[in-house]
């Protein structure tokens, strides 16, 4: 039984051992002269997550960022940005880790050019939907790459174009960004994966992070809704959201998700599941896909555990011939996440999206 609870913490654990405290970041300084960006909270409807068996809202809240010039300049449009929050954290929280506005308004006024940026909000229950589609959790692939998009092309000024979208994500949110970015070439046009979790399938090698830690399976029992999920601890709430997304099961309620183990037994049926949904296993199904952007780009903190899975994606673009940048700096998994968004990211759109009406 304690060889089948390594195999389920396993796969999630280079998450877990590595986000902690979402919110400790290092803020850049403020950019003198920096012009303020406006701010606009909204709901977006999506028909992707209606009607899951979890119970999840399909009113998103979504943060929008408009550019300086946006309400003098009546007749501009602008590239769009989608930058994908972590694990355990939602738009909001997502929004103080990476220190917006600030740190838009400091990257355009260093010679970063405007552009609309679009923050999400795609927590669960269980703290993250792992920007997968399952009928437990609802289709969250497709409320950001089609639901999201459409609605911001529809009310915003913005160029509807691919090669003007960009697609970003840290944690989670950059696992987000692969996953999102190897099926829908045909909607963003550059990818900057900002220390991606969840990249390969594990397989036993890791153990609890505690002695006394809690059985999956008991835990699982206990619950009587998905709401009693909200409360367990962040290594619990990790496996929760992967099943809820990786292995989801109409025809087992309350939960609606089968476990890679069953009264101590592995399922190995489900374990393949959670395998499949790595990018480490998968990517080779989308190569032609990646072959379409005109920019990919990933970072990892030099004292990340990430690094080392980020690392191999890296090496495997490279094998394939895929063109992309590959950067492992100095930092934890959030300790420069801010700076990152400011001084790379954003800078990095504005290398690579296209700024024109006329998009080429």
Known sequence: MMR?????????????????????????????????????????????IEGNLEGESADRDVFVFLPPSYAKDKHRRYPVVYALHGYSIGA????????????????????????IVVLPDSKTIYGGSMYSSSVTTGDFERFVARDLVAYVDAHYRTIADRRARGLAGHSMGGYGTLRIGM????????????????????????????????????????????????????????????????????????????????DGVVQPEIVAKWAANAPLVFVDQY?????????????????DALRFDATKFHELMDNYGIKNSFEIYHGTHTSAVADRFQNHVLPFFSENLCFSDQCR
């Open 4 to 48: 089948v609870f390594r195999v389920v913490v396993g796969v999630v654990c280079a998450m877990g051992a590595t986000v902690g405290a979402q919110l400790q970041t290092d803020v850049p300084p403020v950019v003198a002269g920096a012009k303020p960006v406006t701010v606009e909270h909204i709901k977006v409807h999506s028909a992707a």
């Open 92 to 115: 909001e929280q997502w929004s103080h880790e990476i220190h917006v506005p600030q740190t838009i308004e400091g990257a355009f006024a260093q010679s970063t050019k405007e552009m």
């Open 287 to 303: 190569v032609g896909n990646l072959e379409q952007y005109r920019a990919i780009a990933m970072d990892v903190g030099d004292q």
């Open 183 to 262: 099926k829908d070439p045909d909607v963003f046009g550059s990818l900057y994966v900002m220390s991606p979790c969840c990249m390969s399938a594990r397989t036993g090698a890791a153990r609890p992070n505690a002695a006394n830690a809690p059985n999956i399976e008991d835990v699982v029992k206990e619950m009587k809704s998905p709401a009693d999920g909200a409360k367990e601890p962040f290594g619990i709430g990790v496996q929760l959201a992967s099943a809820a997304a990786w292995s989801p099961d109409p025809k087992n309620p309350p939960l609606y998700f089968d476990l890679p183990v069953k």
